[in-house]
């Protein structure tokens, strides 16, 4: 099987694995123990949780604080509803755990447009709300938005500022001048059922989960010191390979892009991160391709959330048609991803893709 499809989720780093077994414990150590017990094995897990914290935090601006979470879409619903907001805008192209949550609090919320290359323009107009959220990295193109210029313009208006960093964090460099960042363990090679909110000082959230008080009383239940241990390491380990994994996922791309070269990009070819390859190829039938090609792990571009059939919003956004949309696929790949075996994909990929006569 070759696995092409890093946006979903990424391996885990065996240096995050690692650091989780101690952690995950059993009758004959004492790594199990509650990180928030005030007994030896329960401060050593505690200890373990601040410097997994430390490492997470070095990879989002200073100024802040990092609450655990069980996921990134659970940060951002801890920041949206948190935050008291009443009138909210987002982007066209924010994946469902803002857009859903954005709607859920202010059915009414603005819809701010991106361009025919999936980014939104840093002039945008932001007046008459509370909040704006937009996405630093898309999650469906990989296309990257102008975050500094637009939670500029969200401050200017008196808003507060969300970014979805879940697709850019440890890839690009932190977000700036957002007020809030989520983020999640698990599409940074850290593992599953963990992510983060950083948020500014100075802000204040309502909590939307009671109980022991944990993570500054906003976010009450037992951490997991093995989820934690993990997500740092795996936050460590990005920031230190950033540069380099950037490069490989570059020379992928190129080298992708150079196979598949009669199929059409979808989003812009710069402002983007080069570990998402979303093209279309008109005719095609995905459901079949992927049916024809089942030894290689991809996404049909299309494919809603909900898996309702509905095309993609993402790519309705940046203006394609309900067929174009229906023929497009998305390819992702990082820093595990063999060259030989992307190559090899994008073959079988071409020969099916030909076999259909298209
Ligand atoms: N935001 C983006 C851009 C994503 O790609 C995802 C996951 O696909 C999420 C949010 C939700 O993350 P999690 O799986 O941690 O809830």
Redesign the pocket.
């Known amino acids: 099987m070759i696995y092409l499809d890093y946006?979903?989720?990424t391996p885990l780093a065996p240096e995050a694995r690692e650091a989780m077994l101690p952690w995950l414990g059993g009758p004959d150590t004492t790594g199990f123990a509650n990180p928030h017990s005030p007994h030896r094995p329960g401060r050593a897990a505690a200890a373990a949780v601040a410097v997994a914290r430390d490492e997470v935090a070095a990879l989002l601006p200073p100024g802040g604080q990092v609450i655990f979470t069980?996921?990134?879409?659970?940060?951002?619903n801890l920041a949206i509803f948190g935050s008291g907001a009443k009138r909210l805008a987002v982007s066209a192209i924010?994946?469902?755990?803002?857009l859903d949550t954005a709607r859920a609090v202010d059915p009414g919320v603005t819809i701010l447009p991106v361009n025919g290359d999936g980014v939104l323009d840093g002039e945008t107009p932001i007046r008459g709300v509370d909040l704006v959220a937009v996405?630093q990295?898309?999650?469906e193109i990989g296309t990257v938005q102008p975050i500094a210029e637009l939670a500029q313009a969200a401050r200017r208006a008196g808003a507060l500022f969300v970014c979805?960093?879940?697709?850019g964090a440890g890839k690009l460099a932190a977000p700036a001048d957002a007020d809030m960042i989520?983020?999640?363990?698990?599409?940074l090679y850290g593992p599953?059922g963990?992510?983060a909110l950083w948020l500014r000082d100075g802000l204040s959230l309502a909590p939307l989960i009671h109980g022991g008080g944990q993570e500054h009383g906003l976010r009450s239940g037992t951490l997991s010191p093995a989820l934690c241990a993990g997500f740092g390491v795996a936050a460590r380990l990005a920031r230190e390979r950033m540069d380099a994994d950037a490069a490989h996922v570059r020379a992928l791309w190129q080298a992708a892009r150079s196979r598949l070269s009669r199929w059409t990009l979808n989003g812009s070819a710069d402002a983007r991160w080069h570990g998402n390859l979303n093209l279309r190829l008109d005719g095609l039938d995905v459901g079949r391709l992927m049916s024809d090609v089942r030894d290689v792990a991809f996404s049909a571009g299309s494919a809603c959330?909900s898996g309702s059939g509905r095309p993609s919003h993402v790519l309705t956004a940046i203006g394609l048609n309900a067929d174009q949309a229906k023929s497009s696929i998305r390819l992702g790949f990082g820093r595990y991803t063999e060259l030989q075996k992307l190559e090899d994909a994008c073959a079988r990929i071409e020969a099916a893709t030909a076999a259909q006569g298209v």
């Open positions: 946006q979903a989720t069980g996921s990134a879409t659970e940060a951002l924010e994946h469902a755990a803002v996405m990295v898309n999650n979805d960093a879940v697709q989520a983020l999640s363990a698990h599409k599953k963990i992510g959330a």
